[in-house]
């Protein structure tokens, strides 16, 4: 093989016109008025790659800038109470948001099949739109009312590696892990503070994988699969708990071909979550999934049938923390399920002429 090494630059500055038009009516308002925006998302991005007889990797590097347009409904002064108790109100003016991407990204292939990559980035957002939120706990009333703040940021570095441990490289070994930190600024607000105040949440966390895969046959695979998820939020506004909540996961995964053009695949998994504030975030749930599947007609038709949550070990109620660290939930989930999914495949060539 010979030495090659190639570098790239490619250098994009589009520009665009977005024309706007909205006509609205109230109960005692009717107006229509026009927006025209134009949009400058620039994107420049370098490669360098080089292959020699060990190795092979590539080097990129990527700076972009989105723009968006705050929806015309924030623009119009208007009162929304027909929930008494969440009252929107708009028509403040409001900027486009920009947000800053620069990512940088090394990849290796090495001999023996082992690889590697390492991975970072960092995103700075301006005018980014926020709900700004007043809450009187005396009448249990909230008063939001779109807007504009800077100063949300977040930054971020990781790393993957796969290598094969036995000469016949049926075993393998796979990790990823990601760091990094998030700066989310809103604002909030109560009945004391007399209109709201700049909320800053400050959020460091970790992710890491590691799994290993056992192959034997291109008819067997068994996999032992772990992941573990670390965030700590903190903040010096009022009434804010810090949070350090770790999540974390591991189990099997098993699929095998079997006699009679059968397939059956597996999965067991131990999902556990610690350090919530909300002891009902604080859960182990065990969980079984299956699926076996056959083919016919020389493989055109495919049926499968999917076990999900075999055990019915989840809640239908999920709850999970946004980028301020508030509790968030979602009902009408259906966790436990059993479907046959049939799939009918067909290739027509084309008739020569």
Not at 247 to 252: N, S, V
């Amino acid at each position: 093989m010979n030495d090659s090494t190639e570098i790239g630059l490619n250098i994009q500055l589009p520009v665009r016109i977005e024309h706007n038009r909205m006509h609205y009516t109230q109960i005692a308002t009717d107006t229509t008025f026009c927006r025209n925006t134009t949009m400058f998302t620039p994107r420049i991005t370098f490669q360098k790659a080089s292959v020699n007889r060990s190795t092979h990797y590539e080097f990129n590097m990527e700076y972009s800038l989105n723009m968006s347009a705050p929806a015309m409904l924030h623009l119009v002064r208007r009162t929304d109470n027909s929930n008494p108790l969440h009252i929107v109100q708009s028509g403040k003016p409001l900027k486009n948001e920009l947000k800053h991407d620069l990512l940088v990204n090394y990849r290796s292939n090495l001999q023996k099949q082992c690889m590697y990559n390492l991975n970072a980035g960092v995103t700075v957002k301006q005018n980014t739109l926020t709900m700004e939120s007043i809450y009187d706990r005396t009448t249990g009333v909230r008063t939001v009312s779109p807007g504009t703040i800077n100063g949300n940021w977040d930054a971020g570095i990781g790393g993957s590696f796969s290598m094969p441990l036995d000469k016949a490289k049926k075993i393998t070994l796979e990790n990823n892990n990601s760091m990094g930190y998030d700066n989310s600024v809103d604002r909030i607000g109560t009945e004391k503070t007399n209109g709201t105040v700049r909320s800053v949440v400050k959020t460091a966390y970790y992710n890491g994988t590691l799994k290993l895969n056992y192959r034997p046959t291109d008819k067997f695979t068994i996999n032992a699969v772990g992941n573990i998820h670390l965030r700590n939020s903190y903040s010096d506004i009022e009434d804010f708990t810090t949070i350090k909540a770790r999540d974390f996961d591991y189990g099997l995964a098993f699929s095998a071909q079997l006699p009679y053009k059968f397939q059956i695949s597996t999965d067991i998994t131990m999902y556990s979550r610690r350090g919530y504030n909300d002891s009902n975030m604080n859960t182990d749930d065990f969980v079984w999934n299956a699926r076996l599947t056959r083919t016919f007609i020389k493989g055109s038709l495919v049926c499968m049938l999917d076990g999900f949550d075999i055990l019915g070990q989840l809640s239908n109620i999920r709850r999970t923390l946004n980028a301020q660290a508030r509790v968030e939930t979602w009902y009408n989930v259906t966790p436990r399920y059993i479907m046959l999914h049939v799939a009918y495949r067909f290739n027509k060539q084309p008739k020569k002429n």
